[in-house]
């Protein structure tokens, strides 16, 4: 148990860095090949962390979608996801073309926020929790 404490410790100011870094690291590869998509990029993850900071949506919140998937099992509908399944719908439909870069930057943005803000952004499938009356 104290091993894997020291261990987090240990490892906390590489994820600092690496946190730090990474948005710097992204903005300048996506401004080298297209201005546009980054204006789209970093508008979108700002549209998206204001409203979700005026809504009250955070880790702790209740204001999440989950679909009940059997007894057991919930599926949490995370943004990225959502932007994943947009992406999908889009790409299949044959209208990535007609989308603006500028969109395509801000549903990025959008992803990149659930990601990048929240801890708990890889708990997609959650077992419920047993409730004995």
């Avoid at 987090?8 to 946190?19: S, T």
């Avoid at 990474?22 to 990029?41: E, K, M």
């Avoid at 943004?79 to 889009?90: D, K, L, P, R, S």
Wanted: aromatic share 14%; proline share 2%; with cysteine.
């Amino acid at each position: 148990m104290s091993t894997k404490i020291n261990t987090e410790l240990e490892l906390a100011p590489k994820k600092i860095k690496v946190k730090k870094m990474l948005p710097a690291v992204v903005l300048a590869t996506t401004f080298y090949y297209s201005s546009i998509f980054t204006l789209g990029l970093m508008l979108g993850y700002l549209a998206t962390r204001l409203y979700c900071k005026k809504m009250g949506i955070d880790e702790e919140s209740g204001d999440k979608i989950f679909f009940d998937v059997g007894k057991k099992w919930t599926i949490h509908l995370h943004h990225w996801i959502m932007g994943v399944i947009v992406i999908a719908f889009v790409s299949l439909a044959g209208w990535s073309q007609e989308i603006p870069v500028f969109l395509w930057g801000a549903l990025f943005g959008m992803m990149a926020q659930d990601i990048y803000d929240y801890n708990d952004w890889h708990e997609v499938i959650i077992k419920k929790e047993e409730v004995k009356i």
